[in-house]
């Protein structure tokens, strides 16, 4: 069962173990996510790949399908269960793998993929980095941000559904609005473990921080394809 403290009114000492296991899952998660990604690259058909982004309304359904299960994984991952927790965490990871199958296809087997999928994935690395110590150091509040993710991430969502339908290349200034949209999520998610958790739910806020780790590598990817197209 989880504490009902939170994290602004535990000690030091319960506040450093709280970080240590939420970045711990966060790191977790990411190799989890590589694990999986590599092996569905490996056992699933590329028919398969190839009808998940080549059919509009199939990519469509496979969306409204993710942000559904996505809603229903962030539940499970703040249960009081501790088992309810990473069964959420797990399937998110999952679900994160599954639908940035076609992409991560489509990068690999461009001329030098592997090298651009590399460096999307160190300048996710390093943007997170930079903004979480932002996020820490700072004596500000950006629990501001939330209305600004809330309402960007609906523009997006009707953007993109718009684009599917009516084929049109969304193009790199939705990416890099994306990327901006990803940071501030960083930001917000950061902000949230000082001020919103109880030192139970450290599986949940690796959860969150995950999903935005993964918004961001998603656009910074699409940015260097895009270059190389």
Known sequence: MMTDVLVAHSSEVEKAAFYRKTYL????????????????????PVEVIAMMFGQKYTWLLIIGVFWLASMLASKWSLSQSRTTQYFGLGFYIVLEAVIFMPMIYIAANMQGGGNIIFQAAMLTIAMFAGLSAVAFTSKRDFSFLRNIIIIGGFLSIGLIVAGAIFGFNLGLWFSVGMVLLASASILYETSKLKNVYTTGQYVGASLQLFASIMLLFWYILRILMSRRS
């Open 25 to 44: 899952h966060v790191a977790l998660s990411i190799l989890a996510f590589i694990g999986v990604e590599t092996i569905l690259l490996k056992t699933v």
